[in-house]
């Protein structure tokens, strides 16, 4: 009869081959007869991991820790299972004990480092990458993990060192490369910026999608139908759906379908993109597929030729006319304010700011400023806690679907303020005057300097100076908005100021 040590054994060459319910029966089997086996407790929870079960790889290694809590490779396997459930203050803390453990590991570093970064902790995540590479000077992923900090810090030149170093080393390195992609769309570098961002697709931060049907190559479609489906947020959805009928004019024969969030439907309908579908509704019935946003890359947009028509969404005149009633009598400057976006990206901490570094602008005589924020930071309206008053509207988009009424509250303001997400799209989109609050390296789309976008004619862009400090944006933006609101007041009764 075998040795539990010979059954490990024979576990482990079923669990290395792939043969995973084989590895599994023989771990349960050790732990039958040994129910205190914390090896065999790990490894279950390797297993789970690997079948996308990560809330059971938590029980398995958990119980593995109580038993043994001072294995490294038990802490990693559950700040494994922590990240593949988004916990990543708990993974923060598993890979801290690992270190603690074996303190003197590259790897645990850019791991701890990463983690870090995608909680927005930036000065300790680049701590943690420049010790792996203080470890191992030619660690390519703490290379290029390090860029990526350096250059949401602002400090290109040092970010782009780093990254080449990287590239040299792992030429194929996919987020490396994509980084280096939005590098050069943010300078212009449009015609090799669009090549190196397609490579999101092989990066951890892409959900992944897979088809039967192949990738559409910018080829004539003639009759077939084409699948444009999005990847990321909705603003990204509100930015690119530009291109559907730009695809649509170059095949006027064929059927193109543009797959969004459930909850776009309603505004992308009224806007005239009547084959809009959600999520799985357009089940197996097309040709070839694309996402979204390698448009620009089929189109070889240039920022010459940047599809910049606008407006290309539009707002239900019912709703136009409902909520101009509502603000009737209000007078003065009415602006739309919205300050935290969605916290479930990864860059939210260095993009979105706190509802009172608007202060600068209540103070501004005649402007009234509107809530455009719905869900986190919403908790951030009370009166006492800010110190001025913002003007809310608690049914706003509860009906009807996404920024329905948003877009029309909008056509009605003199200006929308917001941070780099959705609303700014929606928006520049709708033609509305916008003034957008960015970080010092905010996405590449805004580029570097530039006070305006060529995506939208009726944005202005106000950057920070110091990464993390928003005073000055909003002192420059309250001197031109007394301007603004000034020049409004100033106009005969019934005249705009837009």
Known sequence: MATVDEAVQVA????????????????????????????????????????????LAVEWITRAIRVDGFQAAFHTALGEAYRALGKLADAQACYEQVLRIQPDVADTHNTLGAIRQARSHLVEAKACYQRALALNPEHVSAQANLASVLEREGDRATAAYYLERALAASPENAEGRFLRGTMWLSE??????????EQRANCHCTPQRHFRQPRWDGSPLGSKTLLLYSEYGMGDVLHFIRYAPLVQARSPAARVLVEVQRGLLPLLKASGFSNVVARDEAGDGFDVQLPLMSLPAVFETTLESVPSA????????????????????????????????????????????????LAPLAEVPGVQLISLQKGAGSEQMAVDSVGFSVLTFPDLDESGGAFMDTAALMANLDLVITCDSAPGHLAGALGVPVWIALAVAPDWRWMLERRDSPWYPTVSLFRQNTLGDWSDVFRRMAIELASKAAEKNSLPSGSSGR
């Open 310 to 357: 606008i407006p290309y969404l539009s707002a239900d005149g019912v709703r136009i006319a409902e909520w101009r009633r509502r603000l009737s009598g209000m007078g003065g400057f009415n602006v739309g304010v919205h300050w935290q976006g969605s916290v479930s990206y990864a860059s939210d901490r260095e993009r979105s700011f706190a509802l009172s570094c």
């Open 12 to 55: 482990l060459a079923h669990h290395r081959s792939g043969e995973l319910r084989q590895a599994e029966q023989i771990y349960r089997q050790i732990l039958a007869a040994d129910p205190r086996h914390a090896g065999a407790m790990h490894l279950l929870g390797l297993v789970a991991l690997q079948v996308g079960r990560p809330e």
């Open 188 to 197: 212009g570098r449009f015609a090799e910026g669009w090549r190196e961002f």
